[in-house]
């Protein structure tokens, strides 16, 4: 697997187009070479494309909306092939009632927009957060997801940190679709000194990483994908190459 970062860590950074070619150089002089779009910062899709290019970063998959999907495939699909890349993840586009029919709606949203990108050459994967561990009929809406595409038209993005949010084994789930990945939010869980869950750098918090890396490697995933949705206890920056550091010398790829 090839070290990745979704960019969504550093948004904060993206306020203009002058910040996001200097925080895409500081990411390529950490040692990172692909990142994980999400969004292109108010840019048109081509000056942002350049900027990866021009600082030596990859798009390796972006994260899109279920609903943009199916409102605006066109858009999406083009905006991707500008990117060159193939591969969307989209996460929990919300359901209208949370029993068993809403749920699965919600699943046939996901299934259809999977199956919009399949016929134009592209792939999605669905990015859990905690919320599909909840339960419905004996069954994590996660499953209920995952059933309801087919494994040829739905790939899965396992998030680590949001999968043990829910009360999951991150590694079981990474195993449990393992031949159905195209990709893992390789994210970690810590303790503040107020009792609180918080993300930490990559290899510094309470996530089993042993198990977890030999789960990742014996599956599909093609990318780790470091990703900070905030950093309450570290710099961001130093969480950000701690992190790669970390991965790098687990033995994940970095070209």
Known sequence: MKIAIQLYTIREHFSSQEEIVKAAKKLSGIG???????????????????????????VCSSHVGV????????????????LDARTCNASWPGAETKDMEGIKKTAEKIAKAAEILKKNGLTLGYHNHGIEFARCNG?????????????GILTAQIDTYWVQYGGGDPAYWISKYSQRLNSIHFKDMGMSEDNKQAMVPVGTGNLNWTKILTAARDSSAKYAIMEMDFSPLVPLWDAIKISFENMKNWGLETD
């Open 67 to 82: 609903d943009a999907i199916l409102k605006e495939p066109e858009l999406v699909i083009e905006q991707q092939l500008i």
């Open 32 to 58: 990172y070479k692909y990142v994980e779009t999400a969004g292109t910062a108010n840019l048109q899709t081509k000056q942002f494309k350049q900027i990866m290019d021009d600082a030596g970063l990859t």
């Open 139 to 151: 069954k994590t809406w996660l499953e209920i997801i995952m059933e309801t595409a087919s494994p």
